[in-house]
């Protein structure tokens, strides 16, 4: 069960650390307004996303990459808690709502849950 975790959060991880180069403005449009360089942020954090997945694709590099999965995404926890900040009910997107905002919020703890579980399960993890 350890290696599909393990995989799937690969996966999971490059796909969308390639998403921030394929769509770069929506990626922009979740860096917190008081950040100044959205734009740097974003490409950094594709390729710390890109380079995590690959840690996890290598058996050995599981424990090390589920860790810094889970400090990853962490890191994220501040434009989530922004949102919620900025949060109305009048917005447009979902994701600019109340509503939306805690599920940024929620979504992304189980995501830290998922990373920090690869990490505790693989050899030398825990």
């Known amino acids: 069960m350890h290696d599909i975790a393990a995989s799937a ?17 929506y990626f922009r449009t979740l860096v917190p ?37 889970a400090a990853l995404i962490t890191a994220y926890l501040a434009s ?16 600019d709502r109340p509503a939306g905002a805690v599920a940024r919020l929620v979504v992304n703890a189980a995501y830290i849950g998922w990373a920090v579980t690869v990490a505790l399960t693989a050899p030398g993890g825990g």
């Open 80 to 95: 989530h808690v922004d949102a919620l900040r900025h949060a109305h009910r009048d917005r447009p997107r979902l994701l």
């Open 9 to 25: 959060l690969a996966l999971f991880l490059i796909a969308v650390g390639a998403s921030h180069f394929l769509f770069p403005g």
């Open 33 to 69: 307004g008081w950040f100044p360089w959205a734009g740097p942020a974003v490409a950094a954090s594709g390729v710390a996303e890109i380079l995590v997945g690959g840690l996890l694709v290598v058996p050995g590099g599981r424990a090390a990459g589920g860790w810094a999965a």
